[in-house]
């Protein structure tokens, strides 16, 4: 069987079966009622917003105006702490801006609780002794990091229909088709940030033989991923050689976070490719393990 053909089969067959499987529902229901409620709270706080300036200036104030208030924009300034990404931030309906924050703070956890069995599992219970006679160890882990992303994007895409649904129902001004256009291009952001997470995932299931270790694991490589990234960009630390520390943070995801908002092509580009190789490297280094032992 081609290598393209065996891949395809595994990753739909690692789809459907955990689109199948209790743990998908209530995977999809966190991500539609985790993005419902949060939502839910960031039109009070529009509103609440909204309120305020109306007050100031003593007329109605639309959420685009709200949005490009000097306010606004000062605070997008200093989160971005670059002008033109705080500029392309301002211009992105808030419903997007604020699913974009969400989902890339919370959709890396989630992901550690739904693949982390993905290898782990199989290899738990002996399963993988029977698909391993019908193709070879990169086709199959391929197929499951493959189907693993997809099962990913489909929960993102849930919350971001949960998102729009909320601006739709309690922003009476919200530009639908806008918002809907800004939340897709979002979720595809999300899932390229989110897969460089799915790799660490994938990689500590490959590397464990128990769901449980293989859990352990991937927490303790994300935990340290973020903090050392975090620790690399912090402002005393990188003022002092900012070319070598600048580089060192693209090895772990949160260094291509803000670029993903920047408003260039290539440097939104640059930032999605840097957290591909991220993931697939991981992916990789599970692999090199998980090819070498017995299933």
């Known amino acids: 069987m081609p290598r393209a053909v065996s891949i395809r089969l595994v990753a739909g067959f690692d789809l459907l079966e955990s689109l199948r499987s209790r743990r998908a529902l209530v995977l999809f229901s966190l991500y539609f009622l985790g ?12 509103a ?10 003593g007329r109605a104030v639309g959420v685009e105006q709200l949005m490009s208030s000097p306010g606004m924009s000062r605070v997008m300034g200093a989160l971005a702490g670059d002008p033109d990404t705080a500029k392309a931030i301002v211009a992105i309906p808030p419903m997007a801006i604020f699913y974009g924050w969400l989902a890339m703070n919370f959709v890396p956890l989630l992901v550690l609780f739904t693949s ?18 019908r193709t070879d160890r990169l086709s199959w882990a391929t197929g499951k990091l493959i189907g693993q992303t997809l099962l990913m994007s489909v929960g993102v895409l849930v919350g971001a229909i949960a998102c729009w649904l909320v601006g739709w129902l309690w922003l009476d001004d919200m530009a ?16 390229v940030y989110s897969f460089a997470y799915l790799g660490i995932v994938m990689c500590a299931s490959q590397l ?11 927490l303790l490589i994300m935990f340290f991923c973020s903090l050392a990234g975090g620790v690399v960009q912090a402002g005393p630390i990188m003022e002092q050689a900012p070319q070598v520390f600048g580089a060192i943070s693209k090895l772990f995801p949160n260094g291509h976070y803000i670029r993903l908002w920047h408003p260039g ?4 580009g640059t930032a999605m490719l840097g957290l591909i190789v991220i993931g697939l490297g991981f992916f990789a280094l599970g692999f090199w393990r998980f090819s070498r032992r017995d299933a």
């Open 48 to 57: 609440a917003l909204r309120d305020e300036l109306e007050e100031k200036v």
């Open 208 to 218: 464990a033989r128990t769901p449980i270790r293989s859990g352990g694991l991937a």
């Open 176 to 191: 639908l088709g806008q918002t809907a256009y800004w939340l897709l291009r979002m979720s595809g952001r999300i899932v």
């Open 265 to 268: 092509a290539v440097e939104s």
């Open 116 to 133: 982390s069995d993905a290898v782990s599992g199989d290899l738990a219970n002996g399963t993988v002794r029977f698909s391993l006679f």
């Open 35 to 46: 993005a419902l409620g949060a939502s839910a709270i960031f039109t009070r706080v529009i």
